[in-house]
């Protein structure tokens, strides 16, 4: 069994217009770049995103904003990006804004078949506009329903050809989850080993959950906004 692809362009070729598509990475961090890259290529358009952000305005996600790909974005928060902002602004995309705890729940039910369940995150806002509320034990809980996805594209740090995947430390963030709740699991990854390479201690998302695997190429791995201290 080798769920290996030769490329980005070859694993994402059956990607169509109009589909459901889960990012991975935090920021710009653990997002996959040869994928990314591959989607604008392709030129897929009306796309539904599910990632925590949008990347910058020059990098990430924001490369679909530019050729206007993406259609509505499900996400956590704009971040550095002025084409996204502009872009909602001017509703040329809607955006669905969820506290970001309520995002990962979703996505992590969406992997393990729970519809929806109950969240005090949010009740009294704008977020639980539209939304059935109850009370349990005193408090009042709003429903959020499960996310999936048609494709989850993710990046790993280290793959053998089942697709048992490895993350390496911040790089990790939403991957592991969005890995489970999509029909087809697409991962780069920049180390491909043999099986039995890995520990099977050290797998995080076994390669039952991932459909194509391929080894991704000139990583750039940007920083949304470089901090350094100041010389005295």
């Given at each position: 069994?080798?769920?290996?692809?030769?490329?980005?362009?070859?694993a994402?070729?059956?990607?169509?217009?109009?589909?459901?598509?889960?990012?991975?990475?935090?920021?710009?961090?653990?997002?996959?770049?040869?994928?990314?890259?591959?989607?604008?290529?392709?030129?897929?358009?009306n796309?539904?995103?599910?990632?925590n952000?949008?990347?910058?305005?020059?990098?990430?996600?924001?490369?679909?904003?530019?050729?206007?790909?993406?259609?509505?974005?499900?996400?956590?928060?704009?971040?550095?990006n002025?084409?996204?902002?502009?872009?909602?602004?001017?509703?040329?995309i809607e955006?669905?804004?969820?506290?970001?705890?309520?995002?990962?729940?979703?996505?992590?039910?969406g992997?393990?078949?729970?519809?929806?369940?109950?969240t005090?995150?949010?009740?009294?806002?704008?977020?639980?506009?539209?939304?059935?509320?109850?009370?349990?034990g005193?408090?009042?809980?709003?429903?959020?329903q499960?996310?999936?996805?048609?494709?989850?594209?993710?990046?790993?740090?280290?793959?053998?050809?089942?697709?048992?995947?490895?993350?390496?430390?911040?790089?990790?963030?939403?991957?592991?989850?969005?890995a489970?709740?999509?029909?087809?699991?697409i991962?780069?990854?920049?180390?491909?080993?043999?099986?039995g390479?890995?520990?099977?201690?050290?797998?995080?998302?076994?390669?039952?959950?991932?459909?194509?695997i391929?080894?991704?190429?000139?990583?750039?791995?940007?920083?949304?906004?470089?901090?350094?201290?100041?010389?005295?």
């Amino acid at each position: 069994m080798n769920k290996v692809y030769a490329n980005a362009d070859a694993a994402i070729v059956d990607i169509p217009d109009g589909a459901t598509i889960m990012a991975g990475g935090f920021g710009l961090c653990g997002i996959p770049e040869n994928l990314i890259d591959a989607l604008q290529r392709k030129g897929v358009r009306n796309l539904t995103v599910i990632s925590n952000n949008a990347g910058i305005s020059v990098f990430g996600m924001g490369k679909l904003l530019h050729t206007h790909q993406i259609k509505k974005l499900i996400g956590t928060y704009v971040g550095e990006n002025k084409v996204l902002e502009d872009q909602v602004l001017q509703h040329e995309i809607e955006m669905e804004l969820n506290p970001q705890g309520t995002l990962a729940e979703r996505i992590r039910a969406g992997g393990s078949g729970i519809p929806a369940f109950y969240t005090p995150t949010g009740v009294g806002t704008v977020v639980a506009e539209g939304k059935e509320v109850r009370e349990f034990g005193g408090r009042q809980y709003l429903l959020e329903q499960a996310l999936t996805a048609d494709f989850a594209l993710i990046k790993a740090w280290k793959s053998d050809r089942w697709g048992n995947l490895v993350y390496r430390k911040t790089a990790r963030n939403f991957n592991p989850m969005m890995a489970t709740a999509a029909k087809v699991t697409i991962a780069e990854v920049e180390e491909l080993v043999e099986l039995g390479d890995i520990d099977p201690n050290c797998i995080i998302t076994p390669g039952i959950y991932v459909s194509r695997i391929l080894r991704g190429v000139n990583y750039e791995k940007r920083i949304e906004r470089r901090t350094v201290r100041r010389e005295d």
